[in-house]
Nanobody
Framework: QVQLVESGGGLVQAGESLRLSCTISRRTFSRNAMGWFRQAPGKEREFVARWSGGQPYYADSVKGRFTISRDNTKNTVSLQMNSLKSEDTAVYYC?????????????????WGQGTQVTVSS
């Protein structure tokens, strides 16, 4: 059983930063593609960023503000979020794919964390 555990969410003001982390229970996932998604109240889950084939990819809405990274020595994937906006408020989910490559759809990912709340006040 693969478990993903997110941490680092919280309440910040617009313009501030947060860093989310996702710890993966299996070391064998060091080559699997990983992604971050988010879901705001009343909205569908949307893609934020992914690490696929050794490269980062971002949604247009976060490009230039968010950075995804991974540390295979610690079995973690992180999301550094800078210049936060009120529209970034959502529950953020970490996800793992079965393969080294993944797309931007939720269906591309097999395993999910429980989510962490990020609230940005304006």
């Amino acid at each position: 059983q693969v478990q993903l555990v997110e941490s680092g969410g919280g309440l910040v003001q617009a313009g501030e930063s947060l860093r989310l982390s996702c710890t993966i229970s299996r070391r064998t996932f060091s080559r699997n593609a990983m992604g971050w998604f988010r879901q705001a109240p009343g909205k569908e889950r949307e893609f934020v960023a992914r690490w696929s084939g050794g490269q980062p990819y971002y949604a247009d809405s976060v490009k230039g503000r968010f950075t995804i990274s991974r540390d295979n020595t610690k079995n973690t994937v992180s999301l550094q979020m800078n210049s936060l906006k009120s529209e970034d408020t959502a529950v953020y989910y970490c996800a793992a794919a079965r393969l080294p490559y993944s797309g931007s759809e939720s269906s591309d990912y097999e395993y999910w964390g429980q989510g962490t709340q990020v609230t940005v006040s304006s």
